[in-house]
């Protein structure tokens, strides 16, 4: 198996020089940027498999990167992002979300929980289904679990690899009401933190995608009290 690169985006150097070697030490390639620009730069000379990156930045911050990383042209657009944000700050947290990252750490952090993380956004990025499964249709929206792709009609929806595999968690459970607690078990092999709504961020980005009216959504809906259901039967 090929080693997965790294980008780590963080401007303490101590503690990215500490995690860096860790992750060496783990198997993956690491590169370093000390700041959002340099980061970026680096990204589109040489694609990663992930970045790693920090939302307290010199210049810009690590929302503005994460916003240009999701308007770069192409693959560069689709890395996966794990950011790291302030304990407590949910509303950090929930803004880069919003923004297009696949998934958050607290700082302080211990480096085996970065690593697990790292590798639970990988496997979801590489993960695959028997053939006969890679394909999933419901009304005019299909699902390419082999290509990692969306389409409504002919026009493809843009998704993180979060979302992506979150609207497959629904999609091979329509017609079945999951629990946000169900779903994050599902999606991120781990129990959802208290009052986390992550969940419903996503949804939210979700829906602007796949739905013909967000106001009024018709493939995932909410159940009051309960969490979300995938219909069966779409247009």
């Known amino acids: 198996m090929s080693t997965a690169h790294l980008l ?11 995690v860096g070697e860790y992750l060496r030490q783990s198997g993956y390639g690491v590169a370093h940027a000390g700041d959002g620009e340099s980061g ?6 040489a694609p990663v498999d992930l970045v790693v990156l920090d939302l307290m930045l010199p210049g810009i911050d690590g929302l503005e990167v994460c916003r240009r990383i ?5 693959d560069a657009a689709r890395v996966p992002v794990l950011m790291l944000t302030a304990k407590g700050d949910p509303m950090d ?8 990252a696949d998934d958050y750490l607290p700082k302080p952090f211990e480096p085996r929980e970065l690593l697990a993380r790292i590798r639970a956004v ?4 590489q993960g695959g289904a028997a053939p ?26 843009e998704l993180t690899s979060y979302q992506f595999d979150l609207l497959v968690t629904l999609a091979e459970r329509a017609g079945r009401v999951l629990t946000r ?13 208290a009052f986390d709504r992550s969940i419903d961020v996503h949804i939210g980005r979700i829906r602007a995608a796949i739905e013909q009216d967000v106001k009024n959504p018709k493939r995932i809906v909410t159940v009051r009290g309960v969490g979300y259901v995938f219909a069966k039967q779409q247009d």
Not at 8 to 18: F, K, N, P, S, T
Not at 70 to 74: T, V
């Open 93 to 100: 947290r929930i803004i880069g979300l919003e923004l297009g």
């Open 122 to 125: 990988l496997r979801r990025r």
């Open 70 to 74: 999701r308007a770069l042209p192409g």
């Open 181 to 193: 607690e169900q779903i994050m078990e599902a999606v991120r092999g781990r129990e959802l933190e």
């Open 8 to 18: 780590m985006i963080e401007d303490d150097a101590r503690l990215a020089a500490m």
């Open 132 to 157: 006969e499964q890679q394909r999933m249709s419901f009304g005019s929206l299909e699902i390419d679990r082999d290509a990692r792709t969306v389409t409504v009609g002919d026009a493809p929806c």
């Open 40 to 45: 970026l730069a680096m990204l589109q000379d």
